[in-house]
Each structure stands twice: as C-alpha cells, then as structure tokens.
C-alpha cells in the first residue's frame, strides 16, 4: 500500500498542492484524475521522488519513503515499475534490450535468462515477433505495450501509469486499460494510475482521487463517481454534451 | 541562471558522476562503445584536418623565413613545435567540442526531454554516473591517442606540403623535425596532459547542458549551442592557465 499523508509542494512562490492524504491499495487500480494542471502529475512524481515534497509523508507498506536517503531509496525504487506518458524507451536500444534493460542492471541473470524472462513479459501485453526492432519502428500503442512490459520485467509491487491512453485510438486505449487492469489483479499490485480518461474511469477505476486546485477534492469508486453531488466533480466528468445527455437519462431513470 | 550557479551545479553534478557504477560489466561495455562513438569515430575528421593543418602551417613557416641566417631547418622544427604544442591538442580540441559536445549534449537532451532519465532514476540507476561516466573516462583516456595520431599525420602533412613545393628537401625536413628534441620532449607531455584536462572539459560540460535541459526539442538544440560555446570558451581559459604554470 502507498500512503501519501498531508503532502504540500511549491515551485519557488507557486504552490501546487495543499496538504493531499490519500490512501493507494494494493490489488486495486488507483486513478488520480483532475483538469489540466491541477497537480496530478506533481502529485505522482513527488510520490515516486522525482520532486522532493516540503511537507508531509509519502509511506510505501510501512517505509517512510520520503525521508530516505538516496541509497534507501534505490530499494524500493527497484519495487517501482512506470510507464511514462511518451513510453520513455530508450531510443538506442531494442525492443527486447529495453525489457531486458531493468535485469541487466540489478538481477544476476544469465543473458539466456534474461532474455527468456523479457520475452514472457512481451507476451503478456501482446507483443510478439518484434523484439529486434528499435522503438521508433513501432506503433504507439505498441510502445505503451513495451513500456508497461519493462516496467513489469522485475515484478514491481507498485506500478505507477502516467496518461497511458495519451495519443491512442479508442480501442488500443482500452486495450491498454484492460492490461493494466489484468496486470493489477493478477500480481496484486498497487497500480497508480493518472488519467483524463472518462472511460478509464468508468471501466478501471476502482479506487478515484479527485484533484482540484491542488488539492484531494473528492475520491470514491467508478461507481460513486456517476452519482456524486460534488459541482467540480460533475463539471469535469461529465465536461462534454455526449456526457450531459447520459447524466441526464441516468438521473432520468 | 547566473554564471555562478552553473558553475557550482556543475560541480555538484561531477559528484555524482564519479560514484560508483551500479554494475561494473554495464559499465565496461558502455566505457568501450563510447569510446568507439566519441574518439575512433572522430579520428577521420581529426586526420583530415591535421594533414592540412600541418601543410599549412610548414608553408607558412617557409614563407615567412626571408633571413638568409635561419637554417632551412628550422621549417620542420616550427612545424613539429606547432603541431605540438598548440595546433593538434587545442584546435582539434576546439573542433572535436564542436563535433563531440553538440553530439553528447543533444542525446543526453534529447533523453531529458523524452522522460528517458526520468525512467533511468525510477528504476533506481544513479542516471547522471550511468549517462555521463563512461562517456567522460572513455574520452580522457582515449583522446590523447587521437591527438597523437594528429600530430603524426600534421608532420606528414607538413612534410608532403614543403616537399611537393620544393621549399626543402626531405633529409632537411627531418634534421628539423628530430632539432632540440632532447630539450623539448617534455612538452610532447605537456601536451598529452592537457589534451587529457581538454577532452575532460568537452564531455562533462557536454553531459552538463544535455542533462539539464528543460522543455523541448528548441530547448534540446539551444543546449547543444550553449555546450559548445561554454567548452570553447573554457577550453581557451584552461589552455592559457595550463601554459603559464607549465611552461613560464
């Protein structure tokens, strides 16, 4: 489980979130959603450590992660898998070299290991028969595949999904929401995942942190949240007329 | 940011580089391929550019040598004193921080902007040694090889220039070239030490720029401009503190 308690961070005289607890629990799919620049995606990199909160607790199963020191960091870090919202692989190496990559630098694995163990994870989001290729031949959508096969290569206690439908078609973004979702379930794993997503959050969405003005506004479940009496909540879900209508025949029936 | 604060976030940047690598195999293989990348891929251009530079330079030198009391000597022994002391290491410095700097800071900008070091940290790699060490210690250690073969091939160059015009024969050519070597073999030392301080200066401003690059591709080019002017400019100033402890 990932705790974060009373977390607040400013970028010089800006403040961007105010004093945000919430709870991440393991076997579930966390979404943090919110408008742009509200503080989602500072929130998740203060979580990870790639900011440094000024006050507060970010907790990993009992671990105050948040006062470690770089060392005592790197452990859990190792427990950490992230797909970035660009895929973030690395440019000059293969598609298997990028799974393998994680392996490579912290287990004691024999390349024929290695290997085997990249292959599995490339088969599990669906990616077969591309392993020489270098990234830039892929597709996007199959970029996101390879990124969340990288990120689960070390079987990672955490997961952390930055707008992983960002620039996919409708289908490949639910194909990639099925993943994460099975991913979840299946190694039980505490999945944070950031989203403008509605129908994310609809389909996957079984634990909802709401950030407004830099702050948790609102949380619940993919079910609370189509009846939720929270204004700033209704205007961002249901933001388009398509959705408007559907809260409307909901209400309605 | 001031000249200041780069300086001192330059420094406390090389902390980082010199810890310990996460895994020393990684580390070799990516030590060898960037030595590959950075110096042997550079040693064409370097050959290139020191033929003509030493043909150049030898014909100046006879050019200018209208004193009938000048031994005609004296051609091949400016040329290798030249080469030695100020062309090869420092304006093949100059041209590579041109050629290696831009290289260096575009792809660790490139890998910034990309969320690329972002992945690196997350995984728990200490992004700045794993990016920046190898490139470093491949470049110091290797480079001084590349200006030794620069200064061969200027000598050559500045032999088959002289030769070819008839400004002087080979045999005089090379009593110059061996003159005073016995008085002056330490500043084939001098230069090496500096080439070292050199290659030391491009790569580690180069990998500075790249790694705190900021925004987008615009951003990623205006690194690798500012890498090379800074390392041209600190290049100049650690040449002439180098030459007034050493050598005055």
């Keep these: ?65 948040s006062k470690m020191g770089r060392v005592d960091r790197k452990v859990i870090r190792q427990e950490i898998g992230m797909l970035f919202q660009g ?35 490339l088969e599990r989001v669906g990616i077969i028969d591309k392993d020489d290729l270098l990234p830039a031949e892929t597709s ?24 992983p439908n960002s620039g996919l078609d409708p289908k490949t973004s639910i194909l990639i929401d099925n993943l994460i979702k099975e991913i979840t379930y299946e190694y039980n794993m505490t999945t944070i995942v950031i989203t403008h997503d509605m129908n994310s959050v609809i389909e996957i969405g079984d634990h909802i942190v709401f950030i407004n003005q830099g702050r948790n506004w609102w949380q619940g479940n ?27 025949k909901l209400i309605n029936n | 940011m001031n000249l200041f604060e780069h300086i001192g976030k330059y420094f406390l940047m ?56 000048l031994p005609e000597y004296t051609i091949g022994y400016i040329t290798r004193q030249s080469t030695i002391l100020e062309f090869s290491p420092t304006i093949i410095s100059l041209i590579v921080a041109g050629k290696v700097g831009s290289n260096i800071a575009s792809e660790i900008g490139t890998m910034r902007v990309t969320e690329q070091i972002d992945a690196l940290e997350i995984m728990g790699v200490n992004s700045i040694g794993f990016l920046m060490l190898p490139k470093i210690l491949a470049t110091t250690l290797f480079f001084p090889f590349a200006i030794i073969i620069s200064m061969l091939l200027s000598l050559i160059g500045g ?18 070239l061996r003159a005073f070597w016995d008085i002056d073999q330490h500043h084939l030392y001098y230069a090496l030490g500096k080439t070292m301080v050199f290659a030391f200066v491009i790569t580690s401003i180069a990998c500075y720029y790249g790694y705190y690059t900021k925004g987008g591709a615009l951003e990623v080019g205006k690194s690798s401009t500012n890498a090379v002017v800074a390392a041209s400019v600190t290049i100049l100033l650690v040449n002439y ?3 007034q402890l050493v050598l005055v």
């Design chain 1, 1 to 65: 489980m990932i705790e974060v308690k009373n977390i607040s961070k400013s970028f010089g005289d800006t403040q961007i979130l105010f004093d945000i607890s919430a709870k991440f629990e393991p076997g579930k799919v966390n979404l943090i959603i919110g408008g742009s620049g509200q503080g989602k995606s500072v929130l998740t990199k203060c979580i990870v450590g790639l900011h440094e909160i000024d006050e507060g607790e970010v907790v990993y199963d009992s671990r105050v992660f």
């Design chain 1, 87 to 121: 895929s973030a692989l690395f440019d000059s190496l293969t598609v298997i070299e990028n799974v393998m990559f994680p392996l490579k630098m912290f287990t004691d694995m024999t390349k024929e290991e290695r290997a085997e163990r990249a292959k599995f994870c």
């Design chain 1, 140 to 163: 996007g959508g199959m970029q996101k595949r390879i990124a969340i096969a990288r990120a689960i290569a070390m079987n990672p206690r955490y997961l952390f999904c930055d707008e």
């Design chain 1, 222 to 248: 993919n079910k609370d949240i189509l009846s939720t009496d929270n204004q700033e909540v209704i205007d961002f879900v249901y933001a388009s007329n398509f959705m408007k209508n559907l809260r409307s």
């Design chain 2, 14 to 69: 090389l902390r980082f580089v010199f810890a310990k690598p996460e895994k020393g195999r990684v580390f070799w293989e990516r030590f060898f391929t960037e030595a590959q990348g950075i110096v042997i891929n550079s040693i064409p251009l370097i050959g290139f550019l020191s033929i003509f530079m030493g043909g150049v330079i030898s014909l100046q030198t006879a050019s200018n040598m209208s004193s009938p009391l």
């Design chain 2, 159 to 176: 032999w088959i220039a002289g030769v070819t015009s008839n400004l002087y024969t080979t045999e005089t050519y090379i009593i110059g």
């Design chain 2, 241 to 243: 503190i180098i030459t």
